[in-house]
């Protein structure tokens, strides 16, 4: 299985030379296997990438070449996604069910990524059968190319924390409670980088600032990041740099990622690093060390407390986020170049999630659609134009009212280089939160109550972040502006796996009629082929 790896990469690599250009290649070998792991002091099944939990981190710079030979060790089928890497033109690549291929026990596929004009903060994660609840998660970390400047100095060092709700139930048994119709209980614990309370040590140096990258990797709740004694300035969200504001704790909501600046300017000593659950009543709590190198003593006083209920600072917090208009993005230009609030969308799309329940079993949809797992990729059924698989509209562009839902493989319809206004309207009490893949977009504006067009008159248009993952508030909407530029079959999903599982997503068909490589690329030459695509070949590629 190597031998024939290698000599694949070998031609895929001569086969994309000239359509990836001369941009440097970085070279990754994973084995995915089952192991023991311990983080709440209860022996697990957890899965890890060459024996890691959490899984080794990637490094690229801008436009770099990203090729991981991927071998499942695993019983059961497996595929990684890439939370926040845009895959531009290259959909096939996403790795979730709506475009990729299961790697069948025994069997490895090589992903070729690359971070095309992307800098910032993300992570990997497994898409399939609740395997993010067991592990094979990892932090991307993309740097700016050397004579693109960054709008901070250059950080004495720099950390990633990957946090996350977590479970003492092993994810088979989480998996087979949702297939049964109900829910998965609350969560036992939290962790950092795989580990409990106390488990890491952040060690830093007497008056240098470090930069720290934070993922909330986990499958429900929110989470609130802070450091004892210490404030953080944030310096990126997903990949746009904004403006410096500074806090005390951060609310980073499911799937979201940020990068703050921290100065180790205190009285030398351990300081705790706190993250907990935000929006819960009963609240998970754990923490790393911030260890200074002069320090001969210990962390001291109980770890500090954060908001917990609380919606309205965590809104007054999510409306301080701005991008900074005249840092450099991947390229030299401006981010405050490309004025997204002079743009008129074409059409508003509303998103509204419920929680119906369908033949007597609890799901979760969006407009009335739960969402089901085609036999066969999306994007693979729709290269092949294999008939059957799904239909486009079989989800509405705006909520049906009433409660009820249906079961269907839901995608919409949309043309290349649209540009769109999307509402996410929530009538539940609890936080939702969306991600849209192959895209950043623009976080236009955030309130309670329901959204009217008379809303638009709140909307930030000049300086709006700009992200991937979005959080929307109970009993409120989040409205954001997008340009569809990127071609190909993207998935629209909730970051609460437990509903995503139950069908609270959906796909986004961006379409052109154009057969050019400019527009988008095929499926790869080594694609995996299943279902009602099994036996067919992509074009040389």
Known sequence: MRHSCKVSIVLLLVLINGVFGDNPYRFFTWKITYGDIYPLGVKQQGILINGQFPGPHIDAVTNDNIIISVFNYLREPFLISWNGVQQRKNSYQDGVIGTTCPIPPGKNFTYIIQVKDQIGSFYYFPSLAFHKAAGAFGAIRVWSRPRIP??????????????GDWYKTNHYVLRRLLEAGRNVPFPDGVLINGRGWGGNTFTVQPGKTYRFRISNVGTATTLNFRIQGHT???????GSHTIQNVYTSLDVHLGQSYSVLVTANQAPQDYYIV??????????????????????????????????????????????????LTASGPRPNPQGSYHYGLIKPARTIMLANSAPWINGKQRYAVNGASFVAPDTPLKLADYFKIPGV???????????????????????GANFREFIEIVFQNWENSVQSWHISGYSFFVVGVDGGKWTQGSRSKYTLRDAVSRSTVQVYPRAWTAIYIALDNVGMWNIRSENWARQYLGQQFYLRVYTSSTSYRDEYPPPKNALMCGRARGRHTRPF
């Open 390 to 412: 799904f239909n486009l509209g079989s989800i509405p562009t705006n909520p049906p009212g009433g409660n009820g839902g249906y079961l269907t493989t839901s995608v919409m």
């Open 150 to 163: 960054v709008p901070f100095p250059s950080p004495d060092g720099d950390f990633w924390l990957l946090a």
């Open 232 to 238: 953080m300035k944030l310096v990126e969200v997903e």
């Open 275 to 324: 993250v907990s659950s935000r929006f819960t009543r009963r609240v998970l709590t754990t923490t790393s060390i911030l260890h200074y190198s002069n320090s001969r003593r210990g962390v001291s006083g109980p770890a500090p407390s954060g908001p917990t209920l609380n919606i309205a600072s965590s809104l007054f917090q999510a409306r301080t986020i701005k991008r900074n």
